[in-house]
């Protein structure tokens, strides 16, 4: 009889930790930090997928790990929250909550499941001070950290976080912190241990900026990302982008009352009009009435042959 294979609980976590942590490793880091306009997020990524997504108005969503995994919670969470703020109130909405749900989901696939998500994500919330914005950590087993104003994620989030720490500045603008974050994202996977200078291309780049009324989040790219990078602050406050899917423009002369809300029964239609009068026929005349014969005041009504006679009686006598 063979012996069933057996492994501890401990054990067991810890080979999915370790399983989880490999995976998040391979993978490019990720920056989220504070600043004088909002939270600024910026993520190493060459390709075409996103890293950064909007959640909500003043909420944001940064990850990195596999990119199938991360994108189904940030959906789920797309979701939740729209289902939330359309049901009650969308202040109702709070980068709490959603870290709060996010924990669960990642907390309950980890102990339950046999393979644990390999990804590491932050929910990050503008408001309105830098004092007030909120960062939270969620990892592979569902732990979450309040950041203290910015964090780094993935393979070296030590490394990078050493560089933020040294220089990070609340009251900075938006060009200072983006120079910080890409020189902290370059401070590694260098040859030999050397710094990298990331282009544009290289990065991609979002923010949540607390003066925007309603959705707070805006992706920033093409020529103001290069310009922002090369330290000039001579960007236009309409370059800096706007959201992903922002609503269409109303269209202009578009009715706004639906004919069917007319009451038309008593209208004639154009069918139904009537025809105008020719002017080669001549118009109809009107039928002659004939005026009653005025009667002589002598005159006799006609003789009824019902009605006797006055000198004879009724029975003919």
């Known amino acids: 009889m063979a012996m069933q294979f057996y492994a501890s609980p401990e054990q067991v976590q810890r080979d ?32 075409t997928l996103r890293k950064i997504s909007e959640i909500y108005d003043k909420i944001g969503f940064a990850a990195v790990g596999r990119y199938n995994e991360f994108e189904n919670l940030r959906r ?6 729209d289902l939330n703020g359309y049901s009650f109130d969308r202040r109702d909405v709070t980068g709490r909550g959603l870290a709060n749900a996010f924990t669960q989901t990642l907390g309950a696939i980890f102990s339950e499941t046999q393979k644990p998500y390999e990804v590491e994500i932050c929910i990050a919330q503008v408001g309105a001070t830098p004092e007030a914005d909120e960062l939270y950590r969620i990892t592979y087993d569902g732990s979450v950290m309040d950041e203290p104003g910015f964090m780094a994620m993935g393979g070296q989030a030590e490394a990078i976080s050493n560089v933020l720490r040294e220089r990070h500045d609340t009251a ?64 236009a406050e309409k370059d800096l982008g706007g959201v992903d899917a ?45 005026a009653p ?12 042959p019902d009605e ?10």
Request: negative net charge; hydrophobic residues 40%.
């Open 246 to 290: 922002a609503p269409p423009n109303p269209a202009e002369e578009k009715p706004t009352v639906s004919a069917a809300s007319v009451d038309t029964e008593d209208e004639p239609t154009a069918s139904a009009a009537p025809e105008a009068p020719d002017a080669k026929r001549p118009a109809a005349k009107a039928p002659a009435t004939k």
């Open 172 to 235: 900075a603008d938006l060009t200072s912190a983006l120079a910080l974050a890409a020189e902290a994202l370059g401070s590694v996977g260098g040859e030999n241990g050397q710094t990298r200078t990331l282009e544009a291309k290289q990065l991609e780049v979002a923010v949540l900026d607390r003066r925007r009324k309603g959705r707070a989040f805006r992706r920033i790219a093409g020529p103001a990302l290069t310009t922002l990078l090369a330290g000039s602050h001579d960007v």
């Open 308 to 317: 006797p006679a006055d000198d004879v009686n009724g029975d003919g006598s």
């Open 16 to 47: 999915r930790s370790e399983y989880a942590r490999k995976g998040i490793a391979r993978g490019r880091s990720a920056v989220v930090l504070t600043y004088e306009g909002g939270v600024l997020m910026v993520a190493e990524n060459i390709t």
């Open 293 to 304: 014969d005025a009667k002589a005041p002598d005159a006799k009504a006609p003789d009824d």
């Open 76 to 81: 789920a969470g797309v979701r939740m929250a």
